[in-house]
């Protein structure tokens, strides 16, 4: 075998990864975006450029509403999520003895399949459900809790169970980092154990918080599973919606531009949150 | 720990939360009653029985298990070059490459779903187990990538170095050296993306045509009230292989860590 340079071994060997990923998400973007000009009327691909399926997006107030409702149901998740699981991937990293076996115990039921535990939710909280029968049987209630299920409460509770470990591993992994010399010097120079979270630990996991968030907000605004089954008629999201457009309705233009119109949203309020998450960062610092 | 701090009363809580809702599902299916709500009738392993009987469910499984064998192997083949570049050399937009390869990983699954799609169905590609199959390569790549680097992060190259001053050939090398010391992260990496296959449903639900794979097959049957314990027994099945699964590496990897580097 002919010595090549490192560059050039990189490039040949990472090619395989980066060109499929590349091409799985340059070429449907492409056709997406070519979708989102034409019409459909009934089986008829209409195939002349038009801002239509734009102003109807638009226009709609449902897909005003639903991509707002995502886009709050996500922050909210990102929220309860990274807020509860904070004080976990410290304790990990800080105070337990056993990380290993934390970490693990912490995984081991995200092996087991979304669609499941988004069920799982669904016969919990249900009318006739887990709980209420629970509550029932102690006594504690009268009636079934009618709250409980179909509306954004469930859905912001079950989507936050559902990603849990993934706000607490970027956590973990910046605290980690952390030099415990740092935190030495905080307590010489005569900070409390608040001061010294606020003024060190806190600030130097800024980059796990905002991966953590990331990780979590993106993928929850496009869900489709969970509002399906636990969200009822008032927790519905956008990618019901778009799920429709390429199901039942067959507006697969429409449905392609309320796609882009989502990844757009998203990828906006996304960059927003690192700016001023960096900037809030630097602040503390 | 000295004392159990409330830190610590929060993490058993919390580990509470996560256990819960999952072990319902193993719970209510031994129930006799098809309502999932307590108090439980009665015990009965019927649900489980009635399992085998169902030839749509045996072929659903068997597509997901074809699908999960060869969305790991390739993803974890493509990750493995991938990850030893990623590690071992320096190159321009090395940055962004190591970026792409995670895209997968933080794209809302409707839009990889609908996107993909409508570019089968442009490519002439069918709905079909192969197109879920090529889907799932590009949402394990991610899993496979990260699991693959932090096993060569651990490789000591000077190894490698000392092989080929030995006179001993590239093939060999990777074959007698890389490979024996990377292979818990292969191991790894192949049982992570089987299980990230047969678990993924949005972009089985919308490319697998007619040919459900076990989490479409499932979707189908939740809707009805009277399918319920069937669900229950199935999904419990389930949840019991990933943890095995997730068990069976982690056994793997501490065993051949214990005698590797």
């Given amino acids: ?285 | 720990m000295k004392r159990p701090s409330t830190l610590t009363g929060y993490a058993l809580l919390y580990l509470a939360f996560l256990y819960l809702p999952v072990l319902f599902l193993p719970l209510f299916s031994f129930n006799s009653g098809t309502i999932v709500a307590f108090p439980i009738k009665g015990w009965t392993l019927d649900w489980y029985r009635k399992l085998g009987e169902q030839d749509t469910l045996i072929q659903a499984l068997w597509n997901s298990i074809g699908v999960g064998f060869v969305a790991a192997l390739l993803s974890t083949a493509i990750g493995l070059f991938a990850a030893r570049a990623f590690v071992r050399y320096r190159f321009k937009g090395q940055r962004a490459a190591e970026g792409l390869v995670m895209l997968p990983l933080v794209i809302p699954g409707i839009i990889v779903a609908s996107s993909m799609l409508v570019l089968f169905l442009f490519l002439g590609l069918k709905p079909s187990l192969v197109t879920v199959a090529l889907g799932h390569i590009f949402l394990a790549l991610p899993f496979a990538v990260s699991i693959l680097k932090s096993a060569f992060d651990d490789f000591d190259a000077s190894l490698e170095e000392a092989s080929y001053d030995l006179g001993v050939g590239v093939f060999e090398t990777f074959r007698r050296v890389t490979l024996p010391v990377v292979a818990p992260g292969i191991i790894a990496s192949i049982l992570v993306t089987f299980t990230v296959s047969f678990d993924e449903f949005v972009l089985a639900f919308f490319l697998s045509g007619n040919q459900p794979t076990l989490p479409v097959y499932i979707w189908s049957q939740i809707r009805f009230p009277a399918k319920l314990p069937n669900v229950l027994a199935l999904g419990s099945i389930l949840l019991f292989t990933s943890v095995l699964l997730l068990v069976l590496a982690e056994y793997f990897r501490r065993r051949s860590s214990g005698k590797g580097t």
């Avoid at chain 1, 149901?73 to 290993?100: D, E, Q, R, S, W």
């Avoid at chain 1, 009268?142 to 409460?153: A, C, G, K, Q, T």
């Avoid at chain 1, 905002?210 to 008032?234: E, M």
């Fill in chain 1, 1 to 285: 075998m002919i010595l090549r340079s490192d560059a050039a071994k990189g490039y040949s060997l990472s090619a395989p990864a980066t060109i499929y990923v590349g091409f799985l998400v340059a070429a449907p973007l492409a056709i997406l975006i070519a979708y989102s000009f034409w019409t459909q009327t009934y089986v008829t691909l209409d195939k002349s450029l038009t801002l239509k399926n734009y102003r109807e997006a638009l226009t709609d107030p449902l897909v005003q509403h639903l991509m707002l409702r995502s886009i709050w149901i996500a922050g909210a998740v990102t929220i309860v999520t990274v807020a509860l699981a904070y004080p976990i991937a410290y304790f990990i990293a800080m105070k337990a003895h056993k990380k290993t076996i934390w970490l693990l115990l912490i995984t081991i039921p995200f092996w087991s399949s979304y669609l499941l535990r988004v069920f799982a939710w669904k016969l919990i909280l249900g009318f006739n459900g887990v709980m209420n029968s629970a509550l029932l049987g102690l006594g504690l209630i009268n009636e079934p809790l009618s709250f409980l299920l179909y509306n954004e409460f469930a859905v912001v509770l079950t989507l936050a169970h559902a990603w849990a470990p993934f706000a607490i591993l970027p956590i973990y992994v910046s605290l980690q980092k952390i030099d415990p010399s740092l935190l030495e010097a905080a307590t010489d120079l005569g900070n409390n154990a608040f001061q010294r979270f606020m003024r060190v630990t806190l600030p130097l996991t800024i980059p796990g918080i905002i991966a953590a968030c990331l990780i979590i907000f993106i993928p929850t605004v496009g869900d489709y599973v969970t509002p399906a089954l636990v969200g009822g008629s008032d927790g519905k999201m956008i990618a019901n919606l778009i799920q429709v457009q390429f199901g039942a309705a067959n507006n697969w233009p429409l449905g392609a531009t309320l796609s882009l119109m989502a990844m757009l949203s998203v990828g906006f309020v996304a960059i927003v949150f690192v700016i001023t998450g960096n900037r809030l960062g630097r602040r503390i610092r």
